[in-house]
């Protein structure tokens, strides 16, 4: 039975469904980059993401407005990323810890709000494929990469965006600077508290962004603990990544493909353990991570509190 993964129209499922899968990591992870590249480690992403899903199916499901639900995801995580700046950058709290707090903060209080204003698991119309003029119409590739939602169009476009960003623009050269050398970058007029403000407000916003393309554009429901894990992922892409956009993208596109690839397996019925189906994405980041991450240098100030003075 193995042999019917290898026919045309599984594996063109295969690459569509990974393409659509990476959305939520990339929204995410690109966040998480911008907040490491100006030294802040946010592990608090999958409670941003799990409080942005349910803000956006929420609204969503209320008012049949998919758009005010993506604008409710993103308020929301800007809110708690406001907050993890200000204990991360005012506080100066070990970012490592408060981010633990802030992702179990944003487990329960989603499973609260869950329990209290829904109580069983609904199911809203999500964002529909859209099916772009003559590109969607070339064989293979135009149903692959042209017939996607949104969202997903716009997780690639943030990619290129965040990289031009990032290394085209005095914005991100005031980014880079803080994170390498904030004392450096302090003593050039350039104020290390509003930079990583801004950086960590932005993770937060995209990271309640990646949990509404999960509710209201892949999965078109809530439920309890949704992401599963998916925001450490997210926070392992950067490093796999090296820190940079497109290597990010293509670290999101790896795991994806091997998740799609499982979900696959399991739908044609292909003697492997399920266990084995789904652990396979897991244990492929965590070797891709110890090859990768030894070659990759951090930001200098990474979890490193700024003082003026010190």
Known sequence: ?????????????????????????????????FSQRSGVLNLGVEGQMLIGAFAAFYVSFVTGNLWLGLLAAIISGLLMGLAMAFVSVNLKAEQGISGIGFYLFGLGLSDLLFQKMLGTV?????????????LSDIPIIGEILFSQNILVYGAYLLVLIAWFVLNK???????????ESPEAADSLGVSVARV????????????????ASLSIALLNVFQQNMTSGLGFIAVALVYFGGWRPFAVMGG??????????????????????????????????IIALVITVQRARPPSA?????????
């Open 252 to 285: 999101a596109l790896l795991f994806s493909m091997v998740n799609s690839l499982q979900l696959w397996v399991q739908v044609l019925n292909i003697p492997i353990p399920s266990d084995f189906a789904v652990m396979m994405p897991y244990v492929l980041t």
């Open 302 to 310: 990474l979890t490193k509190p700024f003082e003026r003075g010190h």
């Open 169 to 179: 623009t005095t914005l991100g050269l005031k980014i880079r600077a803080v994170g």
């Open 196 to 211: 990583r403000y801004f950086t960590i407000s932005l993770g937060g916003a995209l990271s309640g962004l990646a949990g």
């Open 122 to 134: 609904e199911t809203v119309s999500g964002f529909h494929p859209i099916y772009i003029p003559y």
């Open 1 to 33: 039975m193995i042999e019917n993964l290898f026919t045309k129209t599984v594996l063109i499922g295969i690459l569509a469904s990974g393409i659509r899968l990476a959305t939520p990591y990339l929204y995410a992870a690109i966040g998480e980059t």
